[in-house]
């Protein structure tokens, strides 16, 4: 139960099922001359197959894969639609079910959580650059294009709301608050200020290091859950919108919220 349903983890068009689904950009970009830190990586399109034909054949089935356009406009669809919402506050009742439940026997209890995507929501930046991934430069809203440094240094991204009750809820229940993201420590200042706008309180903001690198988010989240439990917490609730944020234990439930902009491995 601790996995949330598969239709908050797929997206359905018609027959079709889309699994983690990201957009390119639609219109060219500068190259990027330096590795794309690993905390947001570049978007990364993941298809499933079609419809089963009726017909007899001897050929293996081939996916079907949309193009560029047409996956971008999918995944427009999908937020515009008020899927994408429905999906996250689905995932997030079940996290505040067994929270709840589970707040009631007690203990030095922790829920950790995400920050981008999870916590805050980058969309007006990924809209303003057409879904693609801009490190460096300004950010112009609505306009585009909106560098990534100068979107978090404004400090302006809004709540997930869902998540945010979450949140909320674990405070009230004597459940200490954690946050641990990706982010760089460089970052410390524009994430607390963020959060703290967007009306969330936490007990602990864990960054990445600045000059630690690893080959996936969970090699460093995992390790610092672990930190958690060795100072006595029960992590009873563990919400990410990537595998990585929730891959490698030291958590009793996990909670997985769609993303359909970005993976991150």
Not at 9 to 32: I, S
Not at 51 to 65: H, K, L
Not at 157 to 162: H, Q
Request: hydrophobic share 40%; charged share 25%; net charge positive.
């Amino acid at each position: 139960m601790g996995r949330p349903p598969r239709s908050a983890l797929a997206l359905t068009f018609g027959c079709e099922r889309l699994g983690k689904l990201t957009a390119g950009q639609g219109r060219p970009r500068p190259a990027l001359r330096r590795p794309w830190p690993l905390w947001l990586t570049v978007p990364l399109l993941v298809f499933g197959a079609g419809c089963a034909g009726t017909g007899a054949s001897t050929a293996p089935s081939v996916a079907a894969v949309p193009s560029l356009v047409e996956a971008k406009h999918q995944v427009v669809a999908y937020v515009d639609s008020g899927r994408y919402e429905a999906d996250i506050a689905a995932v997030a009742e079940q996290a505040r079910e067994y929270l709840e439940s589970r707040a009631q026997r007690g203990g030095k209890l922790a829920i950790v959580i995400d920050v981008d995507e999870t916590a805050l929501s980058n969309l007006p930046s990924l809209r303003a650059n057409d879904y693609g991934f801009i490190v460096a430069g300004p950010c112009d809203l609505p306009r585009g294009p909106c560098g990534l440094g100068a979107w978090i240094g404004m400090a302006r991204a809004e709540p997930i709301r869902p998540v945010l009750a979450l949140a909320r809820l674990a405070r009230d229940r004597g459940v200490d608050v954690f946050f641990l993201t990706g982010r760089p420590e460089r970052l410390r200042a524009a994430t607390e200020a963020n959060l703290r706008a967007a009306g969330f309180e936490w007990t602990r903001l864990i960054l990445k290091p600045d000059d630690l690198t690893t080959k996936s988010a969970a090699d460093f989240k995992a390790p610092e859950r672990k930190k958690l439990q060795d100072q006595g917490y029960t992590i009873i609730v563990n919400i990410g919108d990537q595998m990585s944020d929730l891959d490698g234990g030291f958590a009793e439930r996990t909670y997985k919220l769609p993303n359909p902009f970005y993976f991150i491995p």
